[in-house]
């Protein structure tokens, strides 16, 4: 099966650089998902990995590390509007369907 | 741009009732899903569905629960018989390739059932 681990809290200052880590095990490896979810809304789509290493998209990163079954997201110049829970997600072995991590609720700080 | 709606937003019901929440993924999308989430927990699977058939459930996904195409662009998820643990946020998405491509979910802003 699947299992994926987060830190279930991290707080930040505005204009800080956060990490939020992931840890998964998964029978057959397909790409890390990032996604992000503001309380009462739908999750949407922030990024993903298939490969080792590092993937920009503005402010956002996301790492891998396919060897140590790791991975993070890095936010940086944080804002009041990053404030949400961001899942990491893997797609089940063989299946169609994506395996979402216990999220990490990000409180930004002024 | 394209999204996934969800109707209705919000839906009351009795044990024991049914319901269906209805979805109108983005249209030229192939795969569709759906996800639940309690409150405060993470996101859930339950099914996912190509080619007019269920391509893979999860344990969540009983024979309290079935989906239908019923035409060209609603997808439902029917629940037979509520049970009070089946109140939760339900999320539809849709991905326009399978997920073994960089093709992600995108969700809808979901059905919060709450069975009373």
């Known amino acids: 099966g699947q299992s994926l681990e987060q830190p279930s809290e991290v707080t930040a200052v505005e204009g800080a650089i956060v990490q939020i880590n992931c840890t998964y095990q998964?029978?057959?490896?397909?790409?890390l998902s990032w996604y992000q979810q503001h309380d009462g809304g739908a999750p949407t789509f922030l990024s993903y990995?298939?490969?080792?290493g590092l993937e920009e998209t503005g402010r956002f990163s996301s790492f891998l590390s396919r060897s140590d079954s790791y991975g993070y997201l890095l936010l940086q110049e944080l804002q009041m509007k990053d404030s949400a829970s961001y899942f990491c997600?893997?797609?089940?072995?063989?299946?169609?369907?994506?395996?979402f991590g216990p999220g990490t609720r990000l409180s930004v700080l002024p | 741009e394209p999204e996934v709606t969800q109707t209705p937003s919000h839906q009351v019901t009795q044990m024991g009732q049914e319901v269906i929440l209805r979805c109108v993924p983005i249209?030229?999308?192939?795969?569709f899903y759906w996800y639940r989430q309690i409150l405060g927990q993470k996101v859930e699977f339950l099914v996912s569905?190509?080619?007019?058939?269920?391509?893979?459930k999860s344990e969540i996904f009983d024979d309290q629960f079935s989906v239908e195409r019923p035409d060209g662009s609603n997808f439902t998820l029917k629940i037979r018989s509520t049970k009070l643990e089946d109140s939760a946020m339900y999320f539809c998405?849709?991905?326009?390739?399978?997920?073994?491509?960089?093709?992600?979910?995108?969700f809808g802003n979901g059905t919060r059932l709450t069975v009373t």
């Open positions: 998405a849709s991905s326009a390739r399978d997920t073994m491509t960089n093709s992600p979910l995108h």
């Open positions: 998964t029978s057959g490896f397909y790409g």
């Open positions: 990995n298939a490969l080792d």
């Open positions: 997600a893997v797609r089940s072995g063989g299946g169609q369907n994506f395996v």
């Open positions: 249209s030229n999308h192939l795969y």
């Open positions: 569905f190509y080619n007019n058939e269920i391509s893979e």
